[in-house]
Structure formats: structure tokens, C-alpha cells
């Protein structure tokens, strides 16, 4: 189905792995379109209720935007493979199921930004963040600048994006970019045993979470208004009923996501 991904679907988690190994899982336009296909799949299957995307190999989560394709473009190509990458990885962010990064080693350029459109980030101790762009008279396309930004704050952010350099998971940790470091052979048990425990809570809360901390960064959207509403749309909730209830009955809740 895919001709880039790996994905298995295991406990309501839908896995997906980039599968270009032996590039260092750079991201071409076939992982493009497979990541546009990949981001539909999960909005339409009821079975996800949550994601988790990490690369093939032990090396690197993604080494980047694939270099290989840069050469032959012209401006107003690039411009469009730009808006392109900026609107994959915006609906990942947008998507209201929670979708995890398991950086497994190198992400840099397009692959940090991948993992910083996730939700959240988890590191192996090989892992190694970066936006190299500037070495190739370049500067990130699908977001990094910004969402760089946000995550580590501007000093740290400019430093990275105008050096070059790399970071490694513990500074990583430190700068607030990833949640958690662990043994790469964990990486993914210690990413399945969060996302069982958020599988646990009340889908729907969960989708008005991530819509609410998103609007923080949406100079159009009002996040304390957007607040009153979902929290106010909850209550029209079968899930809200349940686990008030289940509170008040001293029982755990079942969420049906309605
Ligand atoms: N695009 C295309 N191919 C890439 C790539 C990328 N972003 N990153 C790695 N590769 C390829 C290499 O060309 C090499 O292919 P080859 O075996 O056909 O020559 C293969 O992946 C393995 O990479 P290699 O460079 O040999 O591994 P390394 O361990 O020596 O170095 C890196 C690892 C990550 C430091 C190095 O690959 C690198 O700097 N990659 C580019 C990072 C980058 O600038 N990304 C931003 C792009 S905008």
C-alpha cells in the first residue's frame, strides 16, 4: 500500500516506520505522498487512535530532505515542494489523534521537522537533532524555523538554525525538544507504554487538548476562547457522562469517543 512506510496497527497504535534505510530515510517525493496518504489514513481509521513514527534502521529517524532532488529544481519548484512539505506537516500537527515521534537516531533538516510537527518527541541515546540547511546555502522549508522557535525558544533556535550544528538527545532533553531519553532498544516500549495509557483517556478530550494548545501558536484563532467552547462542547459528551460517573462510582471509566 505504501511504497516508503512500514506501518502496523497493534493496540488502537498505528506504527509507521520510514523505509529508505539505506538513504538514511531521507524524505523524497515518494515519502511525500505516502505521508500524505499515511496522515488521511489515520484521520479516517476509527481503529487509531494514536500514532507513533520512527525510521527504519538503528542510524536515523530521517536524515533530512533527500539532497538528491534538490539540484534539478528551479525557484518556483522549490517554492512549491516547500508549501508542500509545510502543509504535510501542519495536517500531522493539526491531526487530533496524537502522533508521537521515536527519534531512533540522526533527525536533521526535514527530519526534525518531522518530529517537531509531532506532538511530542521520544529519543533514543544515539539520537542527534539538527537543522543543517545553511551548509548547503539553504534554510529549513517545511516549518523548522518556527516551530524551532517554539519549542526551544529563540536564542537556542537561532544558534542551531545558523551554525549547523547538531545536538545530542541529553541536550535535547535539556532544551525541552524531546520528553525522554532511553536505551534504542526501549525506544519503542517506552512509546507504546505512553500512548496505551493516553489510549485509556476520553478521545474526544484528547482531540480538544491538542486543538486548544495548537491555537497558543494560531495568530487567528483566540486559545482562551477556543478553551471556553471545547471545554463547554465536552459536556455534550457521552465520554464526559462516563467519566464523571465512573468518578463518582469509584470505577474506571470506558470512553467510546462519543
Ligand atoms: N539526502 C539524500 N541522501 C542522503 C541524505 C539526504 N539528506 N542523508 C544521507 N543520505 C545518503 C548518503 O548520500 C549515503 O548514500 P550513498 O551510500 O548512496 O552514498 C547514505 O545516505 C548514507 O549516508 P552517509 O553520509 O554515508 O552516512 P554518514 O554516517 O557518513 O553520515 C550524516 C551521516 C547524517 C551526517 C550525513 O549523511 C549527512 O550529513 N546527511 C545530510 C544531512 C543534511 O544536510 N540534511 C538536510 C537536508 S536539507
Redesign the pocket.
Request: proline fraction near 2%; include cysteine.
Given at each position: 500500500m505504501y511504497q516508503t512506510l512500514l506501518t502496523t496497527l497493534g493496540n488502537n497504535v498505528l506504527t509507521i516506520t520510514i523505509n529508505r534505510p539505506?538513504?538514511?530515510n531521507?524524505l523524497n517525493k515518494d515519502v511525500f505522498t505516502d505521508l500524505e496518504n499515511v496522515i488521511t489514513e489515520i484521520e479516517q481509521n476509527e481503529e487509531v487512535r494514536s500514532v507513533i513514527i520512527t525510521g527504519a534502521g538503528s542510524?536515523?529517524f530521517v536524515?533530512?530532505?533527500?539532497?538528491?532532488e534538490f539540484n534539478s529544481l528551479n525557484k518556483g519548484q522549490a517554492v512549491a515542494m516547500a508549501k508542500r512539505g509545510q502543509d504535510i506537516f501542519s495536517r500531522m500537527e493539526r491531526c487530533t489523534k496524537p502522533i508521537v515521534a521515536a527519534v531512533n537516531g540522526?533527525a536533521?533538516?526535514?527530519g526534525c521537522e518531522l518530529s517537531m510537527a509531532c506532538h511530542f518527541r521520544i529519543a533514543s541515546e544515539n539520537a542527534r537533532f539538527g537543522q543543517?540547511?545553511v551548509?548547503?546555502g539553504?534554510i529549513p522549508g517545511y516549518g523548522g524555523t518556527q516551530r524551532l522557535v517554539q519549542l526551544i525558544g529563540k536564542g537556542r533556535a537561532i544558534e542551531l538554525l545558523i551554525s549547523a550544528n547538531m545536538i545530542d538527545a541529553n541536550t535535547a532533553l535539556q532544551y525541552g525538544l524531546v520528553n525522554y531519553v532511553v536505551k534504542q532498544d526501549e525506544l519503542l516500549s517506552k512509546a507504546r507504554s505512553i500512548l496505551e495509557t493516553i489510549n485509556s483517556k476520553a478521545p474526544l478530550a484528547i482531540a480538544a487538548c491538542i486543538k486548544a494548545a495548537n491555537a497558543v501558536y494560531d495568530e487567528t484563532v483566540n486559545g482562551f476562547d477556543l478553551e471556553v467552547k471545547e471545554f463547554g462542547d465536552c459536556f455534550d459528551t457521552e465520554d464526559m457522562k462516563e467519566g464523571t460517573a465512573a468518578f463518582l462510582e469509584k470505577r474506571k471509566a470506558l470512553f467510546k469517543g462519543k
Amino acid at each position: 500500500m505504501y511504497q516508503t512506510l512500514l506501518t502496523t496497527l497493534g493496540n488502537n497504535v498505528l506504527t509507521i516506520t520510514i523505509n529508505r534505510p539505506e538513504k538514511l530515510n531521507a524524505l523524497n517525493k515518494d515519502v511525500f505522498t505516502d505521508l500524505e496518504n499515511v496522515i488521511t489514513e489515520i484521520e479516517q481509521n476509527e481503529e487509531v487512535r494514536s500514532v507513533i513514527i520512527t525510521g527504519a534502521g538503528s542510524k536515523a529517524f530521517v536524515a533530512g530532505a533527500d539532497i538528491t532532488e534538490f539540484n534539478s529544481l528551479n525557484k518556483g519548484q522549490a517554492v512549491a515542494m516547500a508549501k508542500r512539505g509545510q502543509d504535510i506537516f501542519s495536517r500531522m500537527e493539526r491531526c487530533t489523534k496524537p502522533i508521537v515521534a521515536a527519534v531512533n537516531g540522526f533527525a536533521l533538516g526535514g527530519g526534525c521537522e518531522l518530529s517537531m510537527a509531532c506532538h511530542f518527541r521520544i529519543a533514543s541515546e544515539n539520537a542527534r537533532f539538527g537543522q543543517p540547511e545553511v551548509n548547503l546555502g539553504l534554510i529549513p522549508g517545511y516549518g523548522g524555523t518556527q516551530r524551532l522557535v517554539q519549542l526551544i525558544g529563540k536564542g537556542r533556535a537561532i544558534e542551531l538554525l545558523i551554525s549547523a550544528n547538531m545536538i545530542d538527545a541529553n541536550t535535547a532533553l535539556q532544551y525541552g525538544l524531546v520528553n525522554y531519553v532511553v536505551k534504542q532498544d526501549e525506544l519503542l516500549s517506552k512509546a507504546r507504554s505512553i500512548l496505551e495509557t493516553i489510549n485509556s483517556k476520553a478521545p474526544l478530550a484528547i482531540a480538544a487538548c491538542i486543538k486548544a494548545a495548537n491555537a497558543v501558536y494560531d495568530e487567528t484563532v483566540n486559545g482562551f476562547d477556543l478553551e471556553v467552547k471545547e471545554f463547554g462542547d465536552c459536556f455534550d459528551t457521552e465520554d464526559m457522562k462516563e467519566g464523571t460517573a465512573a468518578f463518582l462510582e469509584k470505577r474506571k471509566a470506558l470512553f467510546k469517543g462519543k
